[in-house]
Structures are given as structure tokens and as C-alpha cells.
């Protein structure tokens, strides 16, 4: 079966840390790859997408991704966090237009 | 707004009774999603639409559970003799395909249902 992992459950930073959250996907064949992030009290929202070309994809507020094909990881990372960074962020890849999403990785920001 | 909406928000319903959740998508979206996510997961696939063709269905998804999109448009999730394994947020999301597999879905607020 298609799976994600996600290896920080929990992560606390101060403000201005870098930050880089791990996934791994175990999908062999062509994929899409995706970070999803939820604020406290707010739905699920795209935080930013790979489906080809460039390796290192660009998100909003600052966060990027890079699809390593050969370790299979699709990892998050943000040179500097903020405060309202403070949320829960999922990893997804869509395998046959469903997403299998990890466990999830709840970060906490400390000004 | 223009986002995907679901209603209720929130249900509170006691062992062995239905409960019906609603879920109105992006409006040119022709695929739609039902997610489930319980405590410190991330969420698991249910089912999906494209226009009113239900396409898939998870084997999570046990004949207690079922899911109509009759328009094509917004789409029900019902679930029949509610369990207090039941209780969890359910979510919809909605994206286009566009002929393509490589589409993008956006989630709804989702409805929290506890069974007590």
C-alpha cells in the first residue's frame, strides 16, 4: 500500500530558526507531491505543490520544498520561522487522484 | 465566498442514529472528495466524485456509509446506525481534473461528528 512519512511529530522553535520537516512517500511510479498546513481553528490549506520540472518548488509565506526522487523524500523547509508559523503541516502525494497524506508534524513557534 | 462549504459544522448525535453531512464544492470543480480524520492523523480517503459518478470508494468505507453527488454539483455523506468509532472530522474537498490526473484538491472547514 501507498504510504507517507512524516518523522517530526512535534517540533519547537524559536522565532527566527530554521526550520526543515521530513517526508518520505513510498510510491515508485510518477507523483504528485503536496504540503498541506493547518492553522489552529482554520481548514486544511495548500502550502505548496510538485507535480514536475524544477525540483525545488516555491510556497507561500516564505516555505519551500525539494523533491529528492532518488531518496524518495519531498521535505519542507523555511530559513526563518515566524510566531504564526505555529500550525500542523501534512505531507500528501496523490495516487490515482486521491492524496495519502503522513501523520502530520505539529510545529510550535516561541517569540 | 467561494471556497468549498460544509454543513454542519459541527454534530452531535448518540449511538445508532443517521446523520447526514452536506459538502458544496468550488463551483466549477467536477471532482469531489470525502476525507475522515480522526486525533493525530492526517486524513484518510473515503470516496470520490467526478461530476455525479461515485469513482472510488475506500474499504473504510463500510455499508453503513454512503455518498450520492445526484447534480453533480454538491454531494451528502450519510452515515446509518452512527458507532462511537464514527466520531471524527470529515472533510470534502473539490478539485478539477481538467482531463488530467494531476489536479489540485481544496479542502472544506469540515464537520466534527462525536457519537456519544
Known amino acids: 500500500a501507498q504510504s507517507v512519512s512524516q518523522h517530526n511529530h512535534h517540533v519547537i522553535l524559536s522565532e527566527a530558526a530554521s526550520l526543515e520537516l521530513g517526508c518520505n512517500y513510498s510510491?515508485?511510479?510518477?507523483?504528485?507531491l503536496f504540503w498541506y498546513v493547518q492553522y489552529p481553528g482554520q481548514h486544511l490549506q495548500l502550502l505548496l505543490k510538485?507535480?514536475?520540472?524544477?525540483?525545488l518548488v516555491k510556497g507561500i509565506k516564505g516555505f519551500e520544498a525539494e523533491f529528492i526522487k532518488s531518496k524518495f523524500s519531498f521535505n519542507l523547509r523555511k530559513p526563518s520561522v515566524q510566531w504564526s508559523d505555529t500550525a500542523e503541516y501534512f505531507c500528501?502525494?496523490?495516487?490515482?487522484?486521491?492524496?495519502?497524506f503522513g501523520t502530520g508534524t505539529r510545529l510550535q513557534v516561541f517569540p | 465566498d467561494t471556497g468549498v462549504s460544509q454543513d454542519p459544522r459541527h454534530k452531535i448525535t448518540k449511538r445508532g442514529q443517521n446523520v447526514t453531512f452536506r459538502c458544496d464544492p468550488i463551483?466549477?470543480?467536477?471532482?469531489l472528495y470525502w476525507y475522515r480524520q480522526t486525533l493525530g492523523q492526517g486524513p484518510e480517503f473515503l470516496t470520490y466524485?467526478?461530476?455525479?459518478?461515485?469513482?472510488?470508494k475506500s474499504r473504510l468505507l463500510s455499508d453503513r456509509f454512503s455518498a450520492e453527488r445526484p447534480k453533480g454539483s454538491f454531494s451528502t455523506l450519510e452515515i446509518q446506525r452512527t458507532e462511537q468509532g464514527d466520531s471524527a472530522m470529515y472533510l470534502c474537498?473539490?478539485?478539477?481534473?481538467?482531463?488530467?490526473?494531476?489536479?489540485?484538491?481544496?479542502f472544506g472547514p469540515g464537520t466534527r461528528l462525536t457519537v456519544l
Open positions: 500528501a502525494v496523490n495516487y490515482s487522484g486521491k492524496l495519502i
Open positions: 474537498a473539490s478539485s478539477s481534473s481538467r482531463g488530467s490526473s494531476t489536479d489540485t484538491q481544496y
Open positions: 510510491y515508485g511510479g510518477t507523483v504528485n
Open positions: 510538485y507535480f514536475s520540472g524544477d525540483p
Open positions: 466524485f467526478q461530476n455525479e459518478a461515485q469513482l472510488e
Open positions: 463551483s466549477e470543480h467536477n471532482r
